[in-house]
């Protein structure tokens, strides 16, 4: 999410993105560091899977790359 959005756009976006992520894992879970600009997303869906959940809703993510996840599970260290 850019710094430019308004709350309520940033809102409805975690939203999509949340319900999303909860067609394949109801306990999904985003939060968005105001401060960072950073996502959390936390599910038990594979980070390929979640990439391309949210490049779908036109939300592209990028790893930081220094996570300790593994091809099976999501680091937690996403950006978007």
């Known amino acids: 999410m850019?710094?430019?959005?308004?709350?309520?756009?940033?809102?409805?976006?975690?939203?999509?993105?949340?319900?999303?992520?909860?067609e394949w894992d109801p306990e999904a879970e985003i939060l968005w560091d105001e401060d960072s600009?950073?996502?959390?997303v936390y599910t038990t869906?594979?980070?390929?899977?979640?990439?391309?959940?949210l490049a779908a809703l036109g939300e592209p993510v990028t790893s930081c790359g220094d996570g300790e996840g593994s091809d099976q599970e999501c680091c937690g260290c996403c950006s978007h």
């Open 2 to 22: 850019t710094r430019s959005d308004t709350p309520d756009l940033r809102q409805r976006r975690q939203q999509a993105m949340t319900d999303a992520l909860r």
């Open 37 to 40: 600009g950073r996502l959390s």
């Open 45 to 53: 869906l594979p980070s390929e899977r979640v990439s391309t959940i």
